[in-house]
Every structure is written in structure tokens, then in C-alpha cells.
């Protein structure tokens, strides 16, 4: 696992030194900022995983993101989300069917964007990657599950799709697909088991709006 997450930090620190490496050629494009900031919410699933979680877990996501525009292919953006948990009926093996929580969790990702605009049409599909971390907020909730008397935090990435359509030249709706991975170390508490602990799966689907200041 260790080597896993070694190869995957490794493409995409290179991914974003070559993005370093673009001129910007922003101002060529007329007086618009290359800066936008993004609103979103939807649906994120956590995987069913052996040393932490089991079945599915429901939340609902709320990101806020700020970007900058290199290009008008490349650019990068940070983002902040909170996973507020949805009580789901889990499977706990011995303890049968429940109906719990996951805790509340923190995401922080900075991320590289490729867009491909549509010539003349307001689309801006492109694909994103990039690397953070994710905490486990601590809770010992009798309807969390697993409860953590303290947070949790692992290192993670994330990577997926998207388009914009634009309104004019500041406004656009977004749709976003994106697939986090978190790898929380040996031993740490409510998600390991005495073996280690096995990366956790996430996906998540939001809407929203982005504004270009």
C-alpha cells in the first residue's frame, strides 16, 4: 500500500511541474480575471472498507473551491468540503443492520484542471487530479460509526471529470465527478484494524455555480 501511495504522489507532483512550467497567457484574452470561485453540493458515497467502514455510507457534500487560470486549458484549484453524514442502515456483522453515521469529515484538495472548450458553445468539459488530505472529525456518538475520541487525518488524493456552462463572460453552472482515496496509516484509531488499514474509497456527484471575478 505504502508503494501505491508513493506512485500516485509522485504523478501528480509532476503533473503539477509541468503545469508550473506554462507561461501564463492569460492577459492575451482580454481584461476577464483568471480567477474563479465555485459553489458546490450533492451526493458522496463512502465505500464499504475492511478496517474501517462497512457497507455504504451517505453524506452530503458542501465544497467551496478557488481557481487560477494559466491558460485557457490549464489551470489550478484549491478545495475545502465538509461531508455532513446522512444516518444509513449498515450491516455491522455481529450487530447486525443498523442505522447510523459515518463522522463528519474535512477535505482539502489542491488540484490541477485540463480543460477542453467546446468552440462556440458555452461547455468547458475537463478532467482534474490532484492531492491533500481528509480528517475524520472526532465524535463518540452512539449513532457514529466508528466513533473517534480524537480526529483522524490521512493524507489523500482525488482525481475525476467535469463541465462548465457559461452565462456571459462571470457566470457558469458546474457539474463535477470526483473519486477521493484516503490512505489513513497503520494503527490509526477507528479506522485500521490490528492488520493495517486498507485505503478508503470515496465518490462523490455535485452541482453548483462558479463566478469569474
Known amino acids: 500500500m505504502t508503494s501505491s501511495r508513493i506512485r500516485v504522489a509522485v504523478a501528480v507532483v509532476c503533473a503539477l511541474l509541468l503545469l508550473a512550467g506554462v507561461r501564463s497567457s492569460a492577459a492575451a484574452e482580454g481584461s476577464a480575471s483568471p480567477v474563479t470561485v465555485s459553489l458546490l453540493g450533492g451526493v458522496h458515497v463512502l465505500n464499504q472498507n475492511d478496517t474501517a467502514l462497512p457497507d455504504h455510507f451517505i453524506n452530503i457534500p458542501l465544497a467551496g473551491a478557488v481557481g487560477y487560470d494559466f491558460t485557457p486549458n490549464w489551470g489550478v484549484e ?77 493524507f489523500a488524493v482525488n482525481f475525476g471529470a467535469g463541465t462548465t456552462y457559461g452565462f456571459g463572460s462571470r457566470w457558469a453552472v458546474r457539474a463535477d465527478f470526483r473519486e477521493l482515496v484516503a490512505f489513513p496509516s497503520d494503527g490509526t484509531q477507528g479506522l485500521s484494524s490490528p492488520s493495517g488499514a486498507d485505503p478508503i474509497w470515496m465518490e462523490r456527484v455535485t452541482v453548483g455555480a462558479g463566478y469569474r471575478f
Open 78 to 154: 484549491g478545495e475545502f468540503s465538509w461531508l455532513i453524514p446522512v444516518k444509513t442502515s449498515v450491516d455491522l456483522g455481529t450487530g447486525g443492520s443498523q442505522d447510523v453515521k459515518s463522522p463528519d469529515v474535512l477535505s482539502y484538495q489542491a488540484n490541477v484542471i485540463g480543460r477542453l472548450p467546446v468552440s462556440g458553445t458555452p461547455w468547458a468539459p475537463y478532467l482534474t487530479a490532484g492531492l491533500g488530505a481528509v480528517t475524520f472529525l472526532s465524535t463518540t456518538d452512539g449513532e457514529r460509526y466508528p466513533q473517534l475520541t480524537d480526529s483522524q487525518t490521512a
